[in-house]
């Protein structure tokens, strides 16, 4: 790639030998979806970040790099899309979607074994489906304790506690979660070669607290130090000759951060003055912020560079049971980077080290709008910068044209279609009686050349922060604020409000979304909720 700071590791293994017999059927994928938790668009190298990320840089080399694929602004919701191919609204399997889970669910696991495939899960879940079993999955490592990477307090094999992880026990989450996906899949070509699976690799990294290794985090000491300022001008420059975006960077917005985060007075007093609760130029910060600030940045960078290692282990192994070239592989972020600073779990100690087990720090507004470079705000809204997610897909078997861009809009509920179409299922199917169709369409043309998906719309909606697009037109209101216009071809980094030269359009798009929440909502709650056994 043009910007990789590294040279992309060796070629995939060749493709398994052609079957004997002329009337078999062709061989199925397997499927590994990755997942990263609060990473910004524009970190990964391949998509103008100075982060080391060599094996994410070489899924985008040999594989498809899309420029507008989108989560739904949070974690949980965006968790349940991918699980299930519809809107969290629909669902209500995430944890921050109030109603009951429709009887008709069922998860993308439970859609692909009658079509003779295993699934794996390692790392997150953080849905209301308690049960990672009995959504379908035949071996799982879940980590539920999003809030310590040293010491987690709660995490399950297969559904059964595990103990308590102390501080002596040396134990990082990311390498647990990449641990795991590694020993799953030995015991997949170990047990079951020949059977295709289906992997849902879901790393808690970048999220914070911001916990990272000391080697990680001193290889970024002085990478920083010009500040986020300087950071967005050369990622959206990047950007710009990759052929991502062509939109002009949006400003810092310095009166808008999370209304949970702490009142800026506590957290001066927990973290101390080195800490900036705002998104303000960097060039207004005293000698001290600048210095603790870079050092946030470098603890995130190093977070995400240590999950890129742990990539690059399933990839060897993959690589080990001849399976890469066979294997659909899918990277995506749950959502944009994050503006929240708080404290939770064990609190933060003042006197720790940045970056270790004692301390809580978060990223903050400032280097949260550079790494969603060059979008508007941040995680849980849902303009593009909490909306827009880094999204590579790579099938060495079923991509004829490695390397390139693709600039058709998608959406994590396009996900379980896909599978489900490219293992030989019909998509357009219900799940079970009373189930609609999956709201998410099927990608695999896209894979073949850059064409554009025909759908009726996009909808977003996540604490009150609404959205829909259709076509190149995006409606958007940031909590009980008015409605906004952009037309995104245009305008990607939404600057100019074309609301009042539009008003038609606005109205009928108002008018649409209004539908669809409706909808959404009226069919959950007609339908019989789900038997509590089976949550």
């Known amino acids: 790639m043009p910007h990789s700071r590294r040279e992309f590791l060796t070629a995939a293994a060749a493709g398994a030998a052609v079957s004997r017999l002329p009337a078999a059927a062709p061989k199925k994928p397997n499927f590994l979806v990755i997942l990263a938790d609060d990473m910004g668009f524009s970190d990964a190298g391949c998509y103008g970040g100075e982060i080391d990320t060599p094996n994410i840089d070489r899924l985008a080399s040999r594989g498809l790099r899309f420029t507008q694929g989108y989560s739904t602004a949070r974690c949980g919701p965006s968790r349940s899309c991918i699980l299930t191919g519809q809107y969290a609204q629909q669902t209500a399997c995430d944890v921050m979607t109030k109603g009951n889970i429709p009887h008709w669910t069922r998860f993308l696991p439970q859609r692909l074994k009658p079509l003779g495939y295993r699934s794996y899960h390692s790392g997150k879940w953080h849905i209301r489906f308690r049960a990672v079993a009995g959504a379908g999955f035949d071996r799982s490592y879940l980590l539920a304790d999003q809030n310590r990477f040293f010491t987690p307090t709660a995490h399950m094999l297969d559904d059964q506690r595990l103990p308590a992880v102390k501080e002596s026990d040396s134990f990082y989450a990311t390498s647990a979660i990449g641990e795991h996906a590694e020993r799953f899949l030995k015991e997949h070509a170990r047990d079951h070669a020949g059977t295709p699976f289906y992997f849902y690799l879901a790393f808690t990294a970048p999220h914070f607290p911001l916990h990272a290794l000391k080697e990680d985090i001193e290889r970024y000491q002085d990478r920083f130090s010009e ?9 959206l420059q990047r950007l710009r000759r990759m052929g991502i975006v062509n939109c002009e960077l949006a400003p810092l917005e310095a009166g808008v951060w999370p209304p949970w985060n702490l009142p800026e007075a506590d957290l001066l007093a927990k973290v101390g003055p080195g800490e900036v609760a705002r998104a303000v130029p960097w060039s207004v910060l005293t000698p001290e912020q600048k210095r603790f600030q870079r050092t946030k940045m470098a603890i995130h960078a190093a977070m995400i560079t240590r999950m890129d290692f742990e990539i690059g282990r399933v990839l060897k192994q993959l690589e080990a049971m001849d399976a ?22 064990d609190g933060h100690d003042p006197a720790a080290e940045p970056g270790s087990a004692r301390s809580h720090l978060c990223l903050g507004p400032g280097w949260s709008s550079a790494a969603n470079t060059p979008f508007r705000l941040h995680k849980s809204w849902v303009h593009e910068g909490g909306i827009a997610s880094p999204w590579i897909m790579h099938w060495p078997a079923g991509i004829r044209d490695p390397g390139k861009l693709r600039h058709t809009p998608c959406h994590l509920i396009d996900l379980p279609p896909t599978l489900v179409g490219l293992a030989g299922g019909n998509p357009r199917e219900p799940a079970a009686e009373g189930a609609p169709p999956m709201a998410g369409v099927n990608l695999a043309p896209v894979l073949a050349r850059d064409d554009s998906i025909q759908r009726d719309f996009l909808y977003f909606h996540h604490n009150n922060n609404r959205a829909i697009r259709v076509g190149d037109w995006k409606l958007v209101a940031a909590g009980s604020g008015p409605w906004e216009l952009y037309n995104l071809r245009a305008d990607r980094a939404e600057q100019r409000n074309l609301v009042e030269k539009e008003p038609g359009r606005a109205v009928d798009l108002a008018a649409l979304w ?9 069919r959950r709650e007609a339908s019989p909720p789900m038997p509590k056994e089976r949550i």
Do not use: C, M, P, Y
């Open 227 to 235: 500040g986020w300022d300087a950071v967005r001008e050369r990622r």
């Open 324 to 345: 890469l070239r066979d294997t659909l592989i899918v990277f995506v972020s749950d959502n944009g980077a994050s503006a929240e600073l708080l404290i939770r779990a």
């Open 514 to 522: 209004k539908r669809q929440d409706d909808e959404f909502v009226r």
